[in-house]
């Protein structure tokens, strides 16, 4: 028992530094809840449950890049708890052998979008992409079908997950004028709340497995708010590399469990 919630912690650690990088955590947290054998559908909403801890370590480290974006981050993330609640209610209705046969896509999209994302965020992403030049008309559109891609996303986080946050990062990237640090900033913020949202309807229609959810919560805390700090020393691109790498493995591997 020792041992499991020690392994828990860690991975919770290590699935927060992940969500500071990419907003991958899943890909760390979600199998080592499986590793103690919890079942898939169980583990998952444990897991949602889990990511809140996250954002608490997150959200207060980001006070400075939201100042002065409350109005704007309010706004999407109204939108995304509402696709959050469709998610979540989906993964209810969904039966459990469902949910393992798209997981591993879920997870080889992650390592994809890892690598695609990886090219644009290296640094402050938000002076590279430019706003100039579009006719009024444009700009509507692509921000409408960006608030659609808002829910969609919502939608992903509440039933799943993982690369959710990178496709934020992206749909941020497009409507918002600010730098990366302040979009990821609003990133961090939107996913907790979207956590926050499942929890909410996890707590009265799903099982959770509350002494899981605790020790990887912990990790989660400690992770979320010393990933900054770590980041700032390492080579983002190679860790963004070796961590698709690990999702494409952990794919192939769910993949065969759940069809062989």
């Known amino acids: 028992m020792l041992l499991t919630i020690l392994f828990l912690i860690v991975a919770g650690?290590?699935?927060?530094?992940?969500?500071?990088?990419?907003?991958?955590?899943?890909?760390?947290?979600?199998p080592a809840l499986l590793i103690v054998g919890i079942p898939p559908v169980v583990a998952n909403v444990s897991n949602t449950v889990a990511l809140i801890s996250t954002g608490l370590g997150a959200i207060p480290a980001s006070m400075r890049e939201l100042k002065g974006q409350w109005h704007r981050v309010m706004g999407y993330t109204i939108l995304a708890v509402i696709g959050s609640f469709i998610g979540s209610s989906l993964l209810l209705i969904a039966p459990a052998s469902t949910f393992e046969k798209v997981v591993p896509f879920f997870i080889l999209s992650a390592g994809i979008l890892l690598i695609i994302s990886g090219r644009g965020t290296e640094s402050n992403v938000g002076t590279?992409?430019?706003?100039?030049?579009?006719?009024?008309?444009?700009?509507?559109i692509i921000?409408?079908?960006?608030?659609?891609?808002?829910?969609?996303?919502?939608?992903?986080?509440?039933?799943?997950?993982?690369?959710?946050?990178?496709?934020?990062?992206?749909?941020?990237?497009?409507?918002t004028h600010e730098g990366f640090a302040e979009y990821n900033a609003v990133k961090n913020f939107m996913c907790c709340i979207c956590n926050?949202?499942?929890?909410?309807?996890?707590?009265?229609?799903?099982?959770?497995?509350?002494?899981?959810?605790?020790?990887?919560?912990?990790?989660?805390?400690?992770?979320?708010?010393?990933?900054?700090?770590?980041?700032?020393?390492?080579?983002?691109k190679m860790l963004r590399m070796l961590i698709a790498i690990a999702s494409f493995v952990l794919a192939g591997y769910l993949g065969y469990k759940a069809y062989l």
Request: without cysteine.
């Open 13 to 30: 650690f290590f699935a927060g530094l992940l969500a500071t990088i990419a907003g991958l955590a899943s890909i760390v947290s979600y």
């Open 128 to 140: 590279k992409l430019k706003h100039d030049g579009r006719n009024p008309h444009k700009e509507r």
């Open 143 to 175: 921000k409408l079908i960006s608030y659609f891609g808002i829910v969609f996303v919502g939608g992903y986080l509440g039933y799943f997950g993982a690369a959710g946050g990178v496709v934020l990062l992206a749909i941020l990237g497009v409507i």
């Open 196 to 236: 926050v949202a499942a929890t909410l309807l996890f707590i009265f229609k799903a099982t959770i497995d509350w002494a899981a959810v605790v020790p990887l919560g912990i990790g989660l805390l400690i992770g979320g708010y010393t990933g900054p700090l770590i980041v700032r020393h390492v080579n983002v």
